[in-house]
T-cell receptor
Framework: DQQVKQNSPSLSVQEGRISILNCDYTNSMFDYFLWYKKYPAEGPTFLISISSIKDKNEDGRFTVFLNKSAKHLSLHIVPSQPGDSAVYFCAASARRYGGSQGNLIFGKGTKLSVKP | GAGVSQSPSNKVTEKGKDVELRCDPISGHTALYWYRQSLGQGLEFLIYFQGNSAPDKSGLPSDRFSAERTGGSVSTLTIQRTQQEDSAVYLC??????????????FGPGTRLTVL
C-alpha cells in the first residue's frame, strides 16, 4: 500500500508556463516533505523541502505548498524551462516520532517535459 | 567538495553470484542510507546507518542482503546468491544526521545492477 502517491506519471508543459506537480500521502505521522529531481543515469538531486509546521516554502522558481488537512502537497515551477525536464520525486518522512532520523518514503515520480 | 560517490557505476552478474556495492558518503555526514529503484518504481528504502550502527534494517528484502559501515564513512551493500529480481539501481544517500532536525539526504549516482 503506497504511502506517497504521485498519480500523474508524466506532465508536458510549454516553456515559460507554470508546471504543477502533485503528491498525496496517507500517513498522518509524516512531518517533513521533500522534492527531488532526477536526470537519467544520475542520482536524485534535492530540490526543496517543507516542514509540516509550514504551508508554503519558496526558493527561486520553485514553490512547495502543503495542505495537511487534504494530505496533499504540490510543487510549482514558474517559469518552466527546458532544463527542468526530468523525473520529479515526492518524498516524506516522520522525523518527530520513533527517535530515528527516519528513512524517506518516495512516490513513483512524475516525468516533466518542458517544450521550447 | 565531493558529493556521494558509488562504485561500480554498472555491474552485470550471473544469477547465484555474490556482489558488493560501495558507497562513499559526503565527508562529515553521520547518516547513510541505501535505497533501490526497480524499473518503473519509486525509490525503496533498504537500510539506514547512524555512524557504524544500523538502527533500521527494516527495508532489507531478504537475508541475502546485508550492509556494513566502517569508520563512520564507507558503506558496503552485499547481495548474496543474486536473483534476477535483484536487478535495479542501488542508490546511496548521506545526510548530516541532525538529531531531531530536518535532515536532507544527498544521493549518489547509483549502481545499476543487472542479474542475468
Amino acid at each position: 500500500d503506497q504511502q506517497v502517491k504521485q498519480n500523474s506519471p508524466s506532465l508536458s508543459v510549454q516553456e515559460g508556463r507554470i508546471s504543477i506537480l502533485n503528491c498525496d500521502y496517507t500517513n498522518s505521522m509524516f512531518d517533513y516533505f521533500l522534492w527531488y529531481k532526477k536526470y537519467p543515469a544520475e542520482g536524485p538531486t534535492f530540490l526543496i523541502s517543507i516542514s509540516s509546521i509550514k504551508d508554503k516554502n519558496e526558493d527561486g522558481r520553485f514553490t512547495v505548498f502543503l495542505n495537511k488537512s487534504a494530505k496533499h502537497l504540490s510543487l510549482h515551477i514558474v517559469p518552466s524551462q527546458p532544463g527542468d525536464s526530468a523525473v520529479y520525486f515526492c518524498a516524506a518522512s516522520a522525523r518527530r516520532y520513533g527517535g530515528s532520523q527516519g528513512n524517506l518514503i518516495f512516490g513513483k515520480g512524475t516525468k516533466l517535459s518542458v517544450k521550447p | 567538495g565531493a558529493g556521494v560517490s558509488q562504485s561500480p557505476s554498472n555491474k552485470v552478474t550471473e544469477k547465484g553470484k555474490d556482489v558488493e556495492l560501495r558507497c562513499d558518503p559526503i565527508s562529515g555526514h553521520t547518516a547513510l542510507y541505501w535505497y533501490r529503484q526497480s524499473l518503473g518504481q519509486g525509490l525503496e528504502f533498504l537500510i539506514y546507518f547512524q555512524g557504524n550502527s544500523a538502527p533500521d534494517k527494516s527495508g532489507l528484502p531478504s537475508d541475502r542482503f546485508s550492509a556494513e559501515r566502517t569508520g563512520g564513512s564507507v558503506s558496503t551493500l552485499t547481495i548474496q546468491r543474486t536473483q534476477q529480481e535483484d536487478s535495479a539501481v542501488y542508490l546511496c544517500a548521506s545526510s548530516p544526521g541532525l538529531a531531531g532536525g530536518l535532515d536532507t539526504q544527498y544521493f549518489g549516482p547509483g549502481t545499476r545492477l543487472t542479474v542475468l
